[in-house]
């Protein structure tokens, strides 16, 4: 790719910072980057959790053996991705956790097996530690001596929410190369729905139905506001937060509210 995945810009905000935020909205449990020892990374919310591979090398087997070992005690399973799906949309993250009947859930979505975008049993960490250890690397063995669960776009797309959302899968589409990461980062921002309440209803004038947004900034800007102390958003009717680089998804609805007293 030629730069560091993690910092590479996306409408405002980088990879890393939507991929914890799009999980972060999709599971109850803590979010957790495993980063190469002494890694930069760029910045991300305080609720996100670092931990260090401790060594350097080996691969997804290793991350994810610390991954699932720093919440282990704290969650039975775990959704596991890289940091380069910048269309990961929370219903898929649902759906394969909710597909989860033993040890690891396999996508095998458009044409390809999705191990980065798939579901593990924590119980899984000592398994992949000893696999690490023994140098065996590929993630292909660990689900041939496991209860994998294989599911494929059919399967998937048998979700009527995650078919509406996102029909064509494009939650398992990474960036692999420099071309790919110029093609996505063409593609047009997600639809949202976006409104103004209270006082912020009559500042500006109309206020468009729906606008393209990939961040909460960009959907603020996109109807004439700039997030501030005094701006805050309902998120689908619930989550509040002023924070500009929250991810926005197909399907999204923002609310714009005055942060002030009376407003």
Request: net charge negative.
């Amino acid at each position: 790719m030629g730069a560091p995945k993690a910092a590479l810009e996306w409408h405002g905000s980088t990879l890393l910072r939507r991929a914890t935020g799009v999980l972060a909205r999709a599971v109850d449990g803590p979010v957790v980057v495993v980063r190469a020892p002494a890694q930069p990374l760029p910045p991300l919310p305080d609720a996100v959790e670092l931990v260090a591979d401790p060594v350097e090398g080996l691969g997804p087997v290793q991350g994810i053996a610390v991954g699932l070992a720093a919440v282990a005690d704290r969650a039975d399973a775990a959704f596991v991705c890289s940091t380069d799906l910048p269309f990961l949309h929370p219903a898929y993250i649902r759906r394969v956790l909710g597909l989860l009947d033993g040890d690891a859930v396999l996508p095998h979505a458009r044409g390809h097996r999705q191990p980065l975008a798939a579901a593990y049993r924590t119980t899984l960490a000592p398994v992949l530690a000893r696999m690490a250890e023994d140098r065996q690397l590929k993630l292909g063995q660990l689900f041939e001596r496991c209860r994998t669960h294989h599911t494929d776009d059919a399967e998937l797309l048998a979700d009527p929410l995650l078919r509406g959302l996102d029909p064509d899968l494009d939650s398992v589409v990474n960036v692999n190369e420099p071309a790919d990461y110029r093609a996505a980062r063409e593609r047009p921002a997600p639809e949202v729905t976006v409104q103004r309440f209270g006082a912020l209803a009559r500042r500006g004038g109309a206020v468009p139905g729906s606008v393209r947004a990939a961040t909460l900034a960009a959907a603020a800007a996109g109807v004439g506001l700039e997030l501030d102390r005094h701006v805050v958003a309902a998120l689908n009717g619930d989550q509040i937060t002023r924070d500009p680089e929250t991810p926005l998804v197909a399907g999204d609805s923002v609310a714009f509210l005055s942060a002030d007293a009376g407003g």
